[in-house]
C-alpha cells in the first residue's frame, strides 16, 4: 500500500535525523580536541537511531511527533555545527572557549534527548523504543548517510507555496562569538509558549538563519543561487526557477540559433520546460518549517533581550515573516506575540514603540488579531501615542487605529477610550499640521461612525456633522436616536451648535408630529440652538417660528407637558433677542408677524393667567426684546395699557426664580419713559413689591444682577412722582442706597461686572429727591444726610462712570436751585465788623487768620449766610471746582451739558451775578467754558452745549472783570463759532449767540432808546 503524504514526510525527517546523527557520531569520533569529554557527550546519542528508525516505519503516529522530529534535526545541526568548530581550529581554542562549546553540545543533546521524552508510545507502536529513547544515556550508532539527499514530500497544498524566500545560501560562522547569545538557550525556550525562560536574558539576537532548518543543494537556482520558488527542470535535465530561465530563454530571439543550457553549455533543441512538482512541495514546506522556526526564534528574543537593538532586530524580523504570507501571522496570535506587542506599546524607546505598531498593523488585518487586540490596552496605549510628537510614530499609531476601526467588535471600544474621539477630531481638522494623519483620522471617524455610541462622542467633542448626516438621511429609528443624544447634549453642557436647515426640518417636523417625548428631546434640541445668535436667520427659514407659536398658543393644555410651552416660548425669546428684525418674523399663514397687536395681546394675556415661572419668564423675555425697537415699543404699550398687565409684571419682581424678577424688572424699565406714572403707581400701592425691590438693592456680598435691575429701574421711574420719593424715604431706603455707596466707594463691597451699573442705579434713586426738594420732608432728609457734599464726592469717585458724574451734576444743579431761597440773608447789624488794630491788640490776636462760623460767614453769591448741609451752596461746599475739573477732562457730551448746567446755577439773575462770575474766575471757568464752545461747535447733537456756553460768555462779558473780558474776548474760535450758531443753529441757540455778538460789538443793539427828529 502506497504511504500516505504526511506518513512519506515524517519518514523524509526520521531518515535525515539519523543520517545527521551517525555523521554526528563520527565528527565527535574524529574531532582532535578532548576526546574524552567529547566521546562522554557523543556517547548520549547511542539510542537515538533505533527510537527514529522505528518512529519512521510507523504509519499511524500523531502530528505532534512530527514537530518533535522537526526540532532534532535543528538541534542535530547545530551540535554538527560546534563539533565542526573544533575541529578546525583546535589548536587556537582556549580552555575557556573550549569549555563553552563543549556546554552548548551537552544542552543540545539534552534538548535531544528531552524532545525523544515527549513523543507518545502509540508513536512507536511499541514500548521498547519508547523506553529506550527517554534513556538519559545516548550512544552513537548506526551508519552514515547524507543530510541533504533530496526526498519528494506529497500532499502539499499548491496554496502554501511561498511568497518571500532567502536571497542568499546562509553564510556559517567560522568562530563562536563571546558576545553573541547561544542559540541553544533560544531553542530551550522556542515551544514554550510563555513570556519567561528560566530567568535569562540577553543584549542581541543570535545569528540562526543557517541552523533553523537543514538546506539542500538542490533548493537552489543554479544561475540565482537563490531558492527556487516555481522549480522546473529543462531539456538538459537542469532544474532552474521558472521565471528565471525563462527570462533567460528571451535572449534567443532566432528561432535558428540553439539554445545553450547556462549550466551545462550545451545545446538544447527545445524551450520546454517541466514542471518539479515534488521538489516544489519540497521547498515550500521547507519554507514553511523554516519560517515557523524563525518566529519562535523572534518570540523567544522579544522576551529575553535586554538591549533595544535586539528587540528592534527581532520585529523587523518578524514584519518579514507576517507579510509573508497568512499562516505566519496565524501562527504569530498562536503563541502570544500580538499580545506581547501591545505592551511594547508602553516601551520608553520611540522606535520600539514605532515598529512595534508597524507589526500590529499587519497582525490585526485578520479578525483573529484585532480580537486579541480587544482585550488589551493596546487600543488606550495607541491614543496616547496620537499625541507623540514624533510624525513616524504619530503616523504609525494612526495607521493602527484606521485597520482597528474596520472591525465592529472594537468601535465602541476606541470611541470610548478617554480622549480618542477629542484627538481625533483635532487631528482631522488641522489638516495643515500634518496632512497624513488628518487623513487618516477621518478615516477613523467614519469607521466609529458605524456605532451609534461614538456618533455622541463626537458631538460631544464637538464634531455634530456625523450625528446631523444621520439625522437627516437615517431612519425614523435613527432620526429618534439622533435626537435622544442631542437631547441628552444640551442637557449636559452648554454648548454653541450650529446645524444646517435640512436637520433643522427634522427637528421641527418632530415638535410638529412626533410624540412628546420625542417633541420634548427635539424641543430641548431647538432651545441650544436658538441660543446661537446666528443660527435665527436658518431657524426662521426653516419654519420654525410658527410652530413654536401653535405649540405655545394653539395646542391644549393636556395634549402636551407645560414643559414643552416654555420651551416653545424660549426658541421664540432666542430668535427675537438675536437682532433680526422682528417685523420679517411671521407667526402664521394669515400673515401676522411677531410684533403685530395679534401677536402681542397673546403673548400679554397669556402673563395673566396662572403659569409656571419658566414659561412666563420665557414670555417676558419675548416682550422685552420688542421693546428695543420704537413700533414694537409702542405696541407692547399700547396692549400692556388695555389689559393691565403691568401689575402682573410687577408682581413678577418678587417671585423664587431669580431670573424672572430679573427680566420682569428689565421690562419694567423698559416701559417706563412711556407708562411710568403707571408703574411708580403700582409699585407704591402693590403689597410688599417695592419693600422686595429695596431688599434686593440692600443685599451684601457680591454685585448680582438682581441688585442692579433693581437699583436701576428705582432711578428710571420718573423723578418727580413725589408718592414714591416720600415711600422711598419713610422705608429708609435713602440711608440703604448711602450706606451702599459709601462702601462701594471704600471698596468694601465685592466687584462683578454689576458693579457699574449697580452704582448708577444708587446714584440715580438719590438723585430723583432732588427733584422734589419741594416736600419738607424730602428736603430735610436731603439735609440731614448732606447730598451736596454727597454728590460733590461722587463727581470726583465715579469709579468711572460717566453716567455717575451727569446724574451727580444734575443732582447739584437741583439742589444749587434751593440754596437761593433756603439762603439767609443778614441785617446789617449781624454783618461781622472787622476788628481794628487796637481791638486785636487787647485780645491779643494781632495775626487772627481763622475764618468765622459757618453760621456767621456770608455768601457772596447768594447774599447771606450758607453752608452745604442747609443751603446745598456749591460755593461752600467746594464743589465749583470738582465741577470745572470734571469740564476739563469728560468728553462726554451729556455729563458736559449737565456740569455747565451747574456752574451756570452760580449766574443766574436770583444770584448776585456779579459776585458769581468773580468766583468763577477765580477757577478759571471761562477758559473750561471756552474749551468745551471749541469742543463741540460742530458737533449737531452739542446745540445744548452750546447753548450752556453762549450763556455763561455772555455773563462772563457783561459782569466780569477785565481778566475775564480780555480771556473772553481774545480766543480766536469763538467769533467763528458764533457766526456758526448764528447762521445754522436752532432758535434758542440763534439767540444767544446773537446776544453773545452784541456783547462784542458785533450785532446792534436794538434795545437802545431811539429820538425823534424833527424836521
Not at 514526510?9 to 569529554?37: F, G, H, Y
Not at 562522554?40 to 522530529?69: C, F, W, Y
Not at 504570507?325 to 508602553?346: D, V
Not at 443685599?699 to 437699583?711: C, D, F, H, K, M
Amino acid at each position: 500500500m502506497q504511504r500516505s503524504g504526511g506518513q512519506a514526510r515524517k519518514a523524509l525527517l526520521a531518515e535525515s535525523v539519523i543520517a545527521a546523527i551517525s555523521e554526528l557520531m563520527s565528527m565527535v569520533a574524529t574531532a582532535d580536541v578532548d576526546q574524552e569529554k567529547f566521546m562522554d557527550v557523543g556517547s548520549r546519542l547511542q539510542r537515538v537511531p533505533p527510537a527514529t528508525m522505528e518512529l519512521q516505519r510507523v504509519q499511524n503516529s500523531q502530528t505532534k511527533a512530527m514537530h518533535m522530529i522537526e526540532y532534532l534535526a535543528a538541534n542535530v545541526d547545530l551540535a554538527k555545527d560546534l563539533v565542526a568548530r573544533c575541529s578546525a581550529v583546535a589548536q587556537q581554542l582556549m580552555d575557556a572557549d573550549l569549555q563553552s562549546i563543549t556546554e552548548d553540545l551537552d544542552n543540545v543533546i539534552k534538548n535531544i534527548g528531552n524532545e525523544l521524552s515527549r513523543i507518545p508510545t502509540s508513536a512507536f507502536g511499541s514500548d521498547r523504543f519508547a523506553n529506550t529513547a527517554v534513556s538519559p544515556h545516548l550512544e552513537v550508532t548506526g551508519n552514515r548517510q547524507h543530510p541533504y539527499d533530496q526526498r519528494s514530500c506529497d500532499g502539499y497544498s499548491e496554496s502554501d507555496m511561498p511568497v518571500i524566500v532567502a536571497n542568499d545560501r546562509p553564510k556559517r560562522r567560522a568562530l563562536h562569538n563571546g558576545d553573541m547569545p547561544r542559540l541553544v538557550d533560544f531553542l530551550q525556550g522556542m515551544y514554550h509558549e510563555s513570556h519567561e525562560f528560566g530567568g535569562q536574558s540577553f543584549s542581541s539576537l543570535p545569528e540562526v538563519a543557517e541552523y533553523v532548518e537543514p538546506l539542500y543543494d538542490s533548493f537552489f537556482c543554479s544561475l540565482t543561487n537563490k531558492v527556487m520558488v516555481d522549480p522546473v527542470t529543462t531539456e538538459s535535465g537542469v532544474t532552474y526557477d521558472r521565471r528565471t530561465i525563462e527570462e533567460y530563454f528571451e535572449k534567443f530571439t532566432d528561432d535558428s540559433e540553439p539554445v545553450i543550457c547556462p549550466v551545462t553549455n550545451m545545446a538544447m533543441q527545445s524551450k520546454t520546460l517541466r514542471s518539479n512538482a515534488a521538489l516544489k512541495s519540497t521547498i515550500a514546506e521547507w519554507i514553511m518549517r523554516n519560517e515557523a522556526t524563525r518566529i519562535r526564534i523572534a518570540r523567544t528574543a522579544l522576551s529575553l533581550a535586554t538591549t533595544e537593538a535586539m528587540v528592534l532586530e527581532a520585529i523587523d524580523e518578524l514584519k518579514l515573516l507576517a507579510r509573508a504570507r497568512r499562516k505566519n501571522r496565524e501562527q504569530m496570535h498562536k503563541i502570544g506575540i500580538t499580545k506581547f506587542l501591545a505592551r511594547l506599546l508602553e516601551h520608553k524607546d520611540a522606535l520600539i514603540r514605532c515598529d512595534s505598531l508597524e507589526l500590529l498593523c499587519l497582525l490585526v488585518e485578520d479578525d483573529a488579531g484585532k480580537e486579541i487586540i480587544g482585550k488589551t490596552r493596546a487600543v488606550s496605549r495607541t491614543i496616547k501615542l496620537l499625541s507623540s510628537s514624533s510624525p513616524d510614530e504619530r503616523h504609525a499609531a494612526i495607521s493602527f487605529l484606521a485597520e482597528l476601526s474596520k472591525s465592529e467588535l472594537l468601535l465602541e471600544n476606541i470611541g470610548s477610550t478617554a480622549g480618542s474621539i477629542l484627538i481625533l477630531t483635532t487631528m482631522k481638522f488641522n489638516d495643515s499640521d500634518d496632512p497624513i494623519a488628518a487623513e487618516k483620522a477621518g478615516e477613523v471617524l467614519k469607521n466609529l461612525e458605524k456605532c451609534p455610541k461614538n456618533i455622541k462622542y463626537m458631538a460631544e467633542s464637538g464634531y455634530l456633522d456625523p450625528l446631523q448626516r444621520h439625522l437627516v438621511e437615517g431612519s425614523e429609528d435613527v432620526q429618534m436616536e439622533m435626537v435622544g443624544y442631542l437631547g441628552e447634549l444640551v442637557q449636559k453642557q452648554e454648548m454653541t451648535i450650529n446645524i444646517t436647515g435640512s436637520a433643522l426640518e427634522i427637528l421641527i417636523k418632530m415638535v410638529h408630529n412626533g410624540n412628546a417625548s420625542i417633541c420634548k428631546a427635539a424641543l430641548d434640541v431647538l432651545v441650544q440652538i436658538s441660543s446661537h445668535h446666528p443660527n435665527s436667520k436658518t431657524l426662521v427659514d426653516a419654519g420654525a417660528v410658527p410652530v413654536m407659536v401653535e405649540a405655545l398658543f394653539i395646542r391644549k393644555i393636556d395634549d402636551e407637558p407645560m414643559g414643552s410651552k416654555s420651551e416653545a416660548a424660549a426658541v421664540l425669546a432666542n430668535i427675537v433677542e438675536s437682532g433680526m428684525d422682528p417685523e420679517g418674523i411671521a407667526v402664521n399663514k394669515e400673515g401676522h408677524v411677531i410684533t403685530s397687536k395679534y401677536s402681542v395681546y397673546n403673548f400679554a394675556h397669556m402673563l395673566k393667567l396662572s403659569m409656571p415661572d419658566d414659561l412666563n419668564l420665557n414670555i417676558v423675555r419675548v416682550l422685552l426684546a420688542l421693546t428695543t425697537l420704537p413700533r414694537p415699543l409702542s405696541t407692547v404699550v399700547s396692549v400692556m395699557k388695555e389689559q393691565d398687565s403691568s401689575q402682573t409684571v410687577i408682581e413678577f419682581i418678587g417671585s423664587p426664580s431669580e431670573a424672572l424678577g430679573i427680566v420682569a424688572t428689565k421690562l419694567l424699565t423698559a416701559l417706563s419713559p412711556q407708562m411710568g406714572h403707571t408703574i411708580a403707581e403700582k409699585l407704591c400701592v402693590a403689597p410688599g413689591q417695592l419693600g422686595k425691590l429695596i431688599k434686593s438693592i440692600s443685599q451684601s456680598g457680591r454685585i448680582t444682577e438682581l441688585q442692579a435691575v433693581s437699583a436701576t429701574l428705582l432711578s428710571k421711574l420718573p423723578y418727580q412722582h413725589l408718592t414714591l420719593n416720600l415711600v422711598l424715604l419713610h422705608r429708609s431706603a435713602v440711608s440703604t442706597m448711602l450706606t451702599k455707596i459709601e462702601e462701594m466707594q471704600r471698596g468694601e463691597m465685592r466687584a462683578s461686572r454689576h458693579a457699574k451699573t449697580y452704582l448708577e442705579g444708587l446714584v440715580g434713586s438719590l438723585v430723583r429727591l432732588t427733584t422734589t426738594l419741594y416736600d419738607p420732608d424730602v428736603r430735610l432728609a436731603a439735609m440731614d444726610h448732606n447730598f451736596t457734599s454727597v454728590l460733590t464726592d461722587l463727581l470726583v469717585c465715579s469709579s468711572g462712570s460717566d453716567e455717575v458724574q451727569r446724574l451727580a451734576a444734575v443732582g447739584l444743579e437741583n439742589l444749587s436751585h434751593q440754596s437761593v431761597n433756603l439762603t439767609q440773608v443778614l441785617s446789617a447789624e449781624e454783618r461781622p465788623k472787622k476788628k481794628t488794630i487796637l481791638r486785636r491788640l487787647r485780645t491779643g490776636r494781632v495775626h487772627d487768620n481763622r475764618k468765622p462760623p459757618a453760621h456767621a460767614r456770608r455768601c457772596p453769591v447768594h447774599r447771606g449766610v450758607c453752608s452745604p448741609t442747609t443751603t446745598f451752596c456749591l460755593v461752600e461746599a467746594g464743589a465749583v471746582e470738582c465741577l470745572l475739573g470734571v469740564l476739563e477732562s469728560n468728553e462726554n457730551g451729556r455729563v458736559v451739558e449737565a456740569v455747565l448746567s451747574a456752574v451756570c446755577t452760580l449766574l443766574e439773575d436770583a444770584v448776585d451775578v456779579v459776585s458769581g462770575v468773580a468766583v468763577l474766575s477765580e477757577h478759571d471757568a471761562a477758559r473750561h467754558v471756552l474749551r468745551a464752545l471749541r469742543q463741540y461747535r460742530d458737533d449737531e447733537r452739542g446745540s445744548a452745549v452750546l447753548q450752556r456756553c453762549f450763556w455763561a460768555l455772555e455773563r462772563f462779558l457783561e459782569h466780569g472783570g477785565d481778566r475775564c473780558v480780555k480771556e473772553v474776548t481774545s480766543d480766536r474760535v469763538l467769533p467763528s463759532a458764533l457766526v456758526s450758531a448764528f447762521h445754522k443753529g436752532d432758535a434758542a441757540t440763534k439767540q444767544l449767540a446773537e446776544s453773545v455778538l452784541r456783547s462784542l460789538n458785533r450785532m446792534p443793539d436794538y434795545s437802545a432808546t431811539y429820538v425823534s427828529v424833527e424836521l
